[in-house]
C-alpha cells in the first residue's frame, strides 16, 4: 500500500526542516519506504478534509491504506515498529529507544519549542526577557543532563534509533545557539545524524518544496 504524508506548502523555517514532517520523512528514508507528499496551505490545514485526519489542523499526517496517523511522534513509532532499522531487536534495548523518543518530545522539546515561540511571538511584551530566562535555565538543565548522558558515545543507547532521531530534530531548533554551543558533544551528536544518507535524502526532498515555492516553480 503506498504511503502519502501531509506537508506545508509554503513552510515556516524557510526549508531548515524544523518541521515536524521532516521526522517522517527522515524515518522513512531510514526504512528505505517510497512515500508521496501532500502540500497543504495553512487555510487547508483548517479546512474539514484535512481535519478529518488530523482534528488539531495540524502537519503531518500519515495515510496507509485504511490507517490515518497523527502527531509526528507517533508516525514516528509507527514505521519504527514495522520495519526494521529504527529500533533494536532486543526487547529491553527496544524499550530504551521508546523511552527516548517519549524523552525527547515530553522533556526536552516543550521549553525548546516555547523558546522558538517566545522569541518570535512576544518579543515586544513587557514579560519577554523574564519569560525567555526561565525557558531558557529549564533547557540549560535538560541540555546538561543529555550531554552527561551522552558523553563521548555517538548515540544515546547502543545503535542508532528512532530515539535519537527524535532528539536529534528536536535539539536542531537551538542550533547557532549558545545554549547548544555550550555542549560540544551535543554538537557533534547533531552532526552525526545529519552526516546519515538518509537524513541528508529527507532534508534534500524538504528543501526542495520551499525552492519551489519561493520561486513559484
Known amino acids: 500500500m503506498s504511503i502519502t504524508i501531509t506537508a506545508f506548502e509554503r513552510s ?66 509507527h514505521i519504527a515498529e514495522r520495519h526494521p532499522g529504527l529500533l533494536p531487536e532486543d526487547a529491553n534495548a527496544r524499550a530504551r529507544a521508546i523511552m527516548w523518543m517519549f524523552a525527547a518530545l515530553n522533556t526536552l522539546e516543550p521549553p525548546i519549542f516555547d523558546r522558538a515561540l517566545v522569541r518570535i ?41 528512532a530515539g535519537d532521531l527524535l532528539m536529534v530534530t528536536v535539539l536542531r531548533r537551538l542550533q547557532g545557539s549558545e545554549l547548544l554551543e555550550a555542549h560540544p558533544n ?14 541528508k535524502r529527507a532534508f534534500d526532498a524538504q528543501l526542495a518544496v520551499f525552492t ?5 516553480g
Not at 521532516?22 to 490545514?45: H, I, K, N, P, Q
Not at 511584551?125 to 563521548?152: A, C, F, M, N, T
Not at 551535543?186 to 537524513?199: D, G, K, S, T
Not at 519551489?212 to 513559484?216: I, L
Open 121 to 161: 511571538l512576544e518579543h515586544e511584551q513587557p514579560w519577554y526577557e523574564q519569560r525567555l530566562r526561565v525557558l531558557e535555565d529549564s533547557i540549560r538543565k535538560r541540555l546538561r543532563e543529555l550531554s552527561g548522558h551522552l558523553g563521548e558515545a555517538d548515540w544515546l543507547d547502543g545503535a542508532f534509533s
Open 12 to 77: 515556516p523555517d524557510r526549508g531548515r526542516g524544523l518541521a515536524r514532517d521532516m521526522r517522517v520523512r527522515w524515518a522513512l528514508e531510514e526504512v528505505g519506504l517510497a512515500y508521496d507528499v501532500r502540500l497543504l496551505s495553512f487555510a487547508a490545514m483548517k479546512e474539514p478534509p484535512h481535519l478529518a485526519l488530523s482534528p488539531f489542523g495540524q502537519i503531518p499526517t500519515y495515510e496507509e491504506g485504511d490507517l490515518v496517523l497523527f502527531e509526528s511522534g507517533a508516525i514516528v513509532l
Open 186 to 199: 551535543l554538537a557533534a551528536y547533531i552532526a552525526r545524524a545529519e552526516a546519515r544518507p538518509a537524513y
Open 212 to 216: 519551489a515555492a519561493s520561486t513559484g
